[in-house]
């Protein structure tokens, strides 16, 4: 056994944050451990390079090569350096952001060998990872976030390391740059025959990584198997939640009730001036949104799908008016707006927008209650009865009580947080919602209960929705209709079904491909 | 799961702070004394008695006396008071002009910032202390214009704290929200950023009001602040220089309490920062790495 893992307990004060978990992992074997956020994953890594936060109280026994952890720091990092590397979750801020590439890999070298070997393995590294040696003479900032995971991913293998620790490693990754990772990590470890502890809260990555696969539900180990048989036969009943939520089920295409144009944007372009240094030449000006032209209607929700960095948000916060484009106009409701950065109130009104991080989008120090009724200001014939009514319907059709109303937002989950949010932006009675990304923040396991309650919401409400995201798989749950973004421009629209039968740009042959 | 207690626990949690502890129960007392003062002395220091001058302490003058033979521990009491008016009303010049200042520059940009900025860089360019004598040099010595001059130096100290804590709440997705909720700008300002910085502007105060204690003592010291016979503790300083070497407790005295009410002042703030702030408490690991 290169790792075992024999009852780990670690609590900060009276909380245990990891509760008596064991397992093992062999030489070159792949292991995947899942779990939504809290569940002690990343603690039980930590544990084993003996990164623990101070505070941490750590029991149970952790061997490495049958050989108990050393307790002094010294031989502890010896440890690390020869024989576990260590992959995080963001690589911009674990990537010293004044080194260039290839020296924050030469640094790794260092120990281990002279001055014209380091040269040559670094060289030799860029390659393993897939990078050209030009890579190495650039700073972070200015490699993708695929290419810093790489370089991240060289700086761990660096020492030859026995164990590579991969922390969520791609999940600040879009997903075509999810799979390439993936793949890498695939070919390294096959070629290396490293053994591989995966961590993410992600079923499907972890299956199409690791053999064996462990489930971790609040602390606690509650089933270890083989990646196989997890999905043919869960036992434990989170497990069952990962799985089900794992699986895509599209609902029937429903038939509109009527045919006329709800929403329409026309020729829509925003141009992003730079500023330029006083005495640089002048920065070429960057087109986010390139004429683009789209309709919506009554009742339907149509899906914007691309890469980061396409221009998806920047259209969406256009539309719900944070924002004006360089040129073009739109119309709601046969009113067209797009000449001034804030719409009118009664056009505001009609028009809302959920945000993709539930954590941010309240006010911590507001009720429920103010922030709910916040959108009511649009409207000032309302009297307060009637605002409250409308709150509390809100509430109410997105599955909560009204006594919610009176708490504060850090006393909800991201999920019923999501849902707040939702009553908040249907507590004007809009007749669009754009959604950015609206369930990529949450775990796993409540994402299909949100998307349910936006189908839910709509056969009830008849509202339209803009849904704004980067997966198709989430999409093909909701929308009627979907349209693919790249570098600005709308390069294909149509139906899910047939994008996904019939692709036809390479961009959503990629998209497609790149799915678990 | 683990914010709520976090939140129920803060006032525990910041007691438990061993400087928060001292200085707030060390003002508090200060404060205290300086307001019971305006009630009841010990002795009525409006009445001169030369005979009694320069005492000792003693029971009926606990301190001993000064050279007008009034009592000294009343003479400290009512100078505390002084001084704490002043610096209370010259840090809330600061806190009601620069605040908004600073929240409304962050939430409107543009020109309107830059005024702000320079205005601020302004003011920041010339030693305080200094501009106050000036100020004062022209306007005549006098408490009232020792606040004025004290207060202006404070609104740029307070523009330029709440504008910082403005700018990074202001990237939220709830001001984004508000935004969309027909929000104007001023209104975002108060209704939603103002209570996130509240924390931020009552550690800056309880500095400032520590300095403001500072800068009048400094005032009255080179005589442009308070006026005899109104007494304060840096006027206490400059009456008894001239005796320093005869009765070195007429300056020691008003000299050591100078110095207690700030070491108070800035112990309570340093431990109000960590209580209130987020950034530097330790406990954060399980929710980072978690």
Redo the contacts between chains.
């Keep these: 056994m290169l790792v075992e893992v024999k009852n780990l307990f670690i609590s900060?004060?009276a909380?245990p944050?990891v509760d008596g978990i064991s397992f093992s992992i062999k030489a070159g074997e792949r292991f995947g451990l899942i779990g939504e956020?809290?569940?002690?994953k990343?603690?039980s890594a930590?544990a084993i390079c003996g990164l623990?936060?101070?505070?941490?109280k750590q029991a149970g026994e952790i061997l490495f090569n049958n050989m108990p952890l050393p307790k002094s720091e010294k031989q502890m990092a010896n440890l690390r350096g020869n024989n576990i590397g260590m992959i995080f979750q963001e690589p911009m801020s674990a990537l010293n952001p004044l080194m260039k590439a290839k020296a924050q890999i030469a640094e790794s070298l260092k120990i281990h060998f002279s001055k014209n070997q380091i040269l040559r393995r670094t060289q030799k590294l860029l390659k393993e990872v897939g990078l050209e040696i030009y890579h190495g003479e650039r700073f972070p900032h200015q490699l993708s976030g695929g290419q810093r995971q790489r370089v991240m991913i060289a700086i761990a293998l660096a020492a030859e390391p026995k164990l590579l620790i991969c922390d969520e490693p791609t999940s600040a990754l879009d997903l075509i740059t999810q799979k390439t990772i993936l793949n890498l990590l695939d070919e390294i470890c096959n070629h290396r025959q490293m053994a591989l502890l995966f961590i993410s809260h992600d079923l499907g990555a972890v299956a199409s990584l690791c053999e064996n696969v462990g489930v971790l539900k609040s602390g606690k180990l509650v089933e270890r198997s083989t990646s196989k048989e997890i999905f043919k036969n869960p036992k434990h009943d989170y497990t069952k939640i990962l799985v089900n939520a794992s699986k895509v089920i599209v609902p029937p295409l429903r038939e509109l009730s009527t045919h006329t144009d709800l929403f329409v944007a026309e020729n829509i372009t925003k141009i992003f001036k730079q500023n330029s240094l006083f005495f640089l030449a002048k920065q070429q000006p960057v087109i986010a949104v390139d004429n683009v032209s789209f309709s919506i209607k009554t009742s339907q929700a149509v899906a914007l799908v691309g890469p980061s960095g396409c221009g998806k948000s920047t259209l969406a916060r256009m539309i719900?008016?944070?924002d004006k484009p360089s040129s073009g106009v739109f119309s709601l409701l046969n009113k067209t707006y797009g000449k001034k950065k804030?719409l009118e109130?009664h056009l505001?009104r009609e028009v809302?927008?959920v945000?993709?991080?539930p954590y941010?989008?309240?006010?911590?120090?507001?009720t429920i209650g103010i922030?709910l009724s916040?959108?009511?200001?649009?409207n000032h014939s309302l009297t307060l009865e009637k605002k409250q009514k409308a709150v509390f319907e809100a509430v109410k059709s997105v599955g909560l009580s009204k006594d919610v109303l009176n708490r504060y937002p850090?006393?909800f989950s991201g999920g019923q947080r999501q849902r707040l949010a939702i009553a908040?932006a249907i507590v004007s009675k809009p007749a669009l919602i754009v959604l950015d990304e609206p369930v990529s923040a949450l775990d796993v396991s409540i994402r299909g209960e949100v998307l349910d309650l936006l189908n839910h919401l709509r056969s009830q409400l008849g509202i339209s929705y803009l849904l704004i995201s980067h997966d198709l798989d989430m999409v093909q749950m909701v929308a009627d209709k979907i349209m693919v973004m790249n570098e600005g421009k709308i390069v294909e629209m149509a139906s899910p079904k047939e994008i996904f039968n019939n692709p036809k740009h390479q961009l959503t042959k990629d998209l497609l491909a790149a799915r678990l | 799961m683990s914010k709520i207690e976090k939140r129920e626990n803060i006032f525990k949690k910041a007691w438990g702070h061993l400087s928060l502890r001292i200085g707030l129960i060390g003002s508090i007392i200060f404060a205290l004394l300086a307001i019971i003062s305006i009630f009841w002395t010990p002795h009525d220091i409006t009445l001169l008695n030369i005979s009694n001058r320069f005492l000792g302490p003693s029971s009926t003058h606990w301190l001993g006396t000064d050279f007008f033979g009034r009592d000294m521990l009343s003479m400290l009491m009512s100078g505390a008071l002084t001084s704490f008016i002043v610096a209370l009303i010259a840090v809330s010049i600061g806190l009601l002009i620069g605040t908004p200042l600073g929240l409304l520059a962050a939430s409107y940009g543009g020109i309107f910032e830059w005024l702000v900025l320079k205005g601020n860089d302004f003011l920041f360019a010339f030693p305080a202390i200094i501009s106050a004598i000036i100020i004062t040099a022209i306007f005549g010595p006098s408490a009232i214009n020792a606040i004025i001059a004290i207060g202006i130096f404070n609104i740029p100290v307070f523009a330029r704290v709440s504008r910082g804590g403005a700018l990074s709440i202001i990237s939220n997705d709830y001001i984004a929200a508000a935004r969309l909720s027909g929000r104007n700008n001023f209104n975002i300002a108060f209704v939603h950023i103002l209570p996130n910085i509240a924390s931020l502007l009552i550690v800056q105060s309880s500095v400032q009001l520590s300095l403001g204690i500072l800068a009048e003592a400094g005032l009255s010291y080179v005589g442009l602040g308070t006026q005899p016979p109104a007494t304060s503790l840096g006027l206490m300083l400059k009456e008894s220089q001239s005796l320093f070497l005869l009765h070195p407790m007429l300056a020691i005295l008003p000299g050591l309490t100078i110095i207690a009410i700030v070491l108070f002042l800035n112990l309570a703030g340093d431990g109000l920062r960590d209580a209130l702030d987020p950034r530097l408490a330790k406990q954060g690991a399980l929710d980072s790495a978690g």
Excluded: M, W
């Design positions: 900060f004060g909380r944050a956020s809290g569940s002690g990343s603690l930590l623990l936060p101070e505070n941490a719900v008016g944070l804030y109130r505001q809302s927008l945000f993709q991080d941010n989008s309240f006010n911590p120090r507001h922030s916040e959108p009511l200001r649009l850090h006393q908040r």
